[in-house]
């Protein structure tokens, strides 16, 4: 980013009357990833939104999005089926709910179907 553009980039401050003030810019700040054994992972099914489609959804996983996205491709690879991670939420794509919650606790996690 170019000096000229760094005003882009500060949110909410319009002006300000201080003559020291510097602005900083947030930081994205992953969350470090738990140990499998720490992880209270959800499993439920969804189909709103999604055109009448079923996806099993894992929910409340917390770390970092390589290795939401390293968990993602584990379960889709052993449940051979598509999917996807957004928002730190894990689609996959029908009902496997039994099949996923069976994954996910030979891998150490703890997972409950709802």
């Known amino acids: ?3 000229k553009n760094s ?3 500060r949110e909410g ?3 300000s ?3 020291d003030f510097a602005y900083t810019h947030q930081s994205n700040h992953e969350a470090e990833t738990l140990p499998p054994a720490k992880q209270n992972l959800r499993v439920l099914m969804d189909n709103s939104g999604r055109a009448g489609k079923q996806v ?3 929910t409340g996983f917390i770390g970092t999005t ?3 996205e390293t968990l993602t491709k584990l379960l889709k690879t052993k449940c051979g089926v598509g999917g996807s991670a957004k928002e ?3 689609l996959i794509q029908g009902d496997a709910r039994d099949k996923i919650v069976a994954i996910l606790t030979k891998e150490g996690y703890k997972a409950r179907k709802f």
Do not use: A, F, R
């Open 66 to 68: 390589v290795d939401l």
């Open 88 to 90: 730190g939420e894990i």
């Open 17 to 19: 009357t201080k003559e």
């Open 13 to 15: 401050i319009v002006y």
């Open 1 to 3: 980013m170019s000096k």
């Open 56 to 58: 099993t959804l894992v």
């Open 7 to 9: 005003w882009k980039n």
